[in-house]
């Protein structure tokens, strides 16, 4: 089973990026999907999840309203869209597979699966 991210890159402070997680080896139409990223000097922070079917979606309060999260079942992908980059948004990105999300706890956890992260930087 792999989870190959891409997508990253370097990109000017208010710019866009879309990231993409293909996924190998089995499928996870039946799982939940999400996004984490890593700063610098900092632990591995949540920053968005989505349902088995894509109808729902959780973010991180820091990237609510700018990042989009979405999968492909039929294609076996998860995309994570990153409108208005902030130079805070820099770190590795990493995509998740499996597990579960607690509504009433807002986490995400028991992931199952991990890519190996896409780096993001944004300059201001």
């Known amino acids: 089973v792999q989870l190959q991210a891409s997508g990253g890159g370097l990109v000017q402070a208010g710019g866009s990026l879309r990231l993409s997680c293909a996924t190998s080896?089995?499928?996870?139409?039946?799982?939940?999907m999400g996004w984490f990223r890593q700063a610098p000097g900092k632990e591995r922070e949540f920053v968005a999840v989505?349902?088995?079917?894509?109808?729902?979606?959780y973010y991180a309060d820091s990237v609510k309203g700018r990042f989009t999260v979405s999968r492909d079942n039929a294609k076996n992908t998860l995309y994570l869209q990153m409108n208005t980059l902030k130079p805070e948004d820099t770190a590795v990105y990493y995509c998740?597979?499996?597990?579960?999300?607690?509504?009433?706890?807002?986490?995400?956890?028991?992931?199952?699966?991990w890519g190996k992260g896409t780096q993001v930087t944004v300059s201001s």
């Open positions: 998740a597979a499996g597990g579960s999300y607690s509504d009433y706890q807002q986490i995400y956890y028991g992931m199952d699966y």
């Open positions: 080896g089995r499928r996870f139409s039946n799982d939940y």
């Open positions: 989505v349902s088995p079917s894509g109808y729902s979606t």
